[in-house]
C-alpha cells in the first residue's frame, strides 16, 4: 500500500478537470516505481521524498508541469524541454506529452539511485548584487557625521536595506521623506527594519 498523503488528494481533486487524469497517471507510475516514496508539499506543490526530494508536479490553469530534482543527471540536454515551462517535459495538456510508462518508470528508478547514492548536483551560485549607494542619499548622510560614520559600519545587507527603501520610493517627495527618516535612525544606530529585531 503506497504512502499517500492526503494534501495531494486535496491537490488532486481541486486542479483544473483536464490536469487531474495527468497528475493521477504521474503519482501512480512514481508509486509503483518506488514505492517507499513517501509525498509531501513544498512549495506549494506535491514533492515526492526518497532520500531527498526525488521529484515534483504542478497544475497550473493550462497545462502541468513534472520534473525530477536532479534531471541535469537524468535527461539528456536535448530531451529536456525545462525552457518551455517548469520542470523537464514542457507543457503538460495531457497524458499522451508524457513519455510511456516505460521511460518514466525508469528515469524514476535512476533519480532513486542517485539518491541513495547521495549524489549531489552543483547549483550555480547567484553573484550578489552590487550595493549601489544613491548619490542624494551619500550627500544626506556626509551632513550628519554621525549618521554617515554608522552607515559605513553597516553590514552590506543593512546598507541595502536602506538603500532599497530609497530607490523604492515612487515619488520625490516619498523619497525625501524616507531619507530624513533614515538619516535620523542610522544616526542613532538603527538598522531599516529596527522595529521588528527584538521581536
Known sequence: ???????????????????????SHLREVIHAACPEVKETIKWSMPCFDYHGILCNFAA?????????????????????????????????????????????????????????AGVKVARPKAAPRELVVPDYFIAALEENPAAYEVFNNFSTSAKREYCDWLTEAKTEAT????????VEWIAEGKKRNWKYENC
Open 1 to 23: 500500500m503506497p504512502t499517500t498523503d492526503p494534501r495531494v488528494d486535496a491537490y488532486i481533486a481541486n486542479a483544473a478537470e483536464f490536469a487531474q487524469p495527468i497528475l
Open 60 to 116: 497550473f490553469k493550462q497545462h502541468c508541469a513534472f520534473g525530477f530534482w536532479k534531471a541535469e543527471l537524468l535527461l539528456a540536454q536535448e530531451d529536456d524541454k525545462g525552457k518551455e515551462a517548469m520542470g523537464q517535459f514542457g507543457r503538460i495538456t495531457s497524458v499522451k506529452d508524457l513519455p510511456s510508462k516505460k521511460v518514466l518508470t525508469a528515469y524514476v528508478k535512476k533519480a532513486m539511485t542517485l539518491n541513495e
Open 175 to 182: 523619497r525625501d521623506k524616507r531619507m530624513a527618516q533614515a
